[in-house]
């Protein structure tokens, strides 16, 4: 291999070298922080990029997507003394390269310590009891501290959620015992309404029947009644279409011999019946009672007639 070739060689890897050390590709949702001389310079935006080989080189390197990121579990006590074993998440974003590069020596670190920082403050204001029923409550205040602060950081809180809270064993089997009673409660309360619940439709129900029932009689008295009435009513037109017509009779000639002859027959009727129906038959001491009992009645019809005359 002669002179000009490993010249060539040479070359080629010096520009190869070249090329690498002043061409950069900045991948999308990422920033790049330069250094000249050892001083900040600019940030590389996504795409090519040229650098000043020897003067300028990559100091940082930046991921603008969002990031999670684990808090350590921590013990914190609240406001009625209770301690609690409390752990989380923290979502955030990187939003000025420059001072995520140069505001902490460690910013990911500095976020994790002040969450739990700021955590053990919030719990702190609370009762045990509320914080089980604030987490939002307590996500809100952390990240409202946290944005704070990280701004110097060029880094953007997102948000802080509570993974778990766990209260020490003692405490957690009386709200266990708690839960169970309230749900044996409510079961009672529950079987105490159903009880109570069926007993008024029983008498609703009951109620309802006897309503039915006075309903039926009150229209069945009625129904009698009319019944009655109307038997009534037929008795006396019976009555008084005969009064009518024997009123007529006794107009009409020979009228008051038929009457006559028709009373002496009911009266032999009479005296018929009783001596079918017992044994002792009673006659008047004057038979000549037939004929005064028709005498009187005939007057009882001439009296009649002569005021119509």
């Given at each position: 291999m002669d002179f000009s070739t490993i010249l060539s060689i040479v070359i080629l890897v010096l520009a190869a070298f070249f090329v690498l050390q002043t061409v950069k590709v900045v991948p999308q949702q990422n920033a790049w922080v330069v250094e000249r001389f050892g001083k900040y310079n600019r940030t590389l935006q996504p795409g090519l990029n040229i650098l000043v080989p020897i003067m300028d080189r990559v100091a940082y390197r930046h991921s603008l997507k969002e990031i999670p990121m684990d808090v350590p579990s921590q013990v914190c006590i609240t406001k009625d003394n209770t301690q609690?074993?409390?752990?989380?998440?923290?979502y955030f974003?990187?939003?000025?390269?420059?001072?995520?590069?140069y505001g902490s020596s460690n910013f990911i670190f500095a976020i994790t310590q002040l969450a739990q920082t700021s955590l053990r403050s919030v719990i702190g204001?609370?009762?045990?009891?509320?914080?089980?029923?604030?987490?939002?409550i307590i996500n809100a205040q952390v990240v409202e501290a946290l944005d704070e602060a990280a701004t110097n950081w060029g880094v953007k809180v997102l948000r802080y959620e509570i993974k778990d809270l766990v209260p020490p064993a003692a405490i957690l089997h009386s709200m266990q015992a708690q839960i169970?009673?309230?749900?044996?409660?409510?079961?009672?309360?529950?079987?105490?309404?159903?009880?109570?619940?069926?007993q008024i439709n029983i008498a609703t129900g009951e109620r309802e029947?006897?309503?039915?029932?006075?309903?039926?009689?009150?229209?069945?008295?009625?129904?009698?009644?009319?019944?009655?009435a109307a038997s009534i009513l037929a008795v006396a037109e019976a009555n008084a279409s005969a009064l009518r017509q024997i009123g007529e009779a006794t107009q009409s000639n020979g009228g008051v011999t038929a009457m006559n002859l028709k009373v002496a027959e009911q009266y032999v009727q009479a005296f018929q019946n009783m001596a079918?129906?017992?044994?002792?038959?009673?006659?008047?001491?004057?038979?000549?009672?037939?004929?005064?009992?028709?005498?009187?009645?005939?007057?009882?019809?001439?009296?009649?007639?002569s005021p119509q005359s």
């Open positions: 609690l074993q409390v752990d989380g998440v923290i974003q990187v939003t000025d390269a420059m001072k995520a590069s204001k609370l009762e045990m009891d509320k914080t089980f029923e604030e987490r939002s169970t009673a309230e749900r044996e409660k409510r079961a009672l309360i529950a079987a105490s309404e159903g009880r109570k619940q069926e029947a006897s309503i039915q029932r006075s309903e039926g009689e009150k229209q069945a008295a009625i129904n009698r009644a009319q019944g009655e079918s129906k017992n044994n002792t038959l009673i006659v008047p001491a004057n038979m000549g009672d037939i004929s005064t009992l028709i005498s009187s009645a005939m007057k009882i019809v001439e009296n009649t007639k």
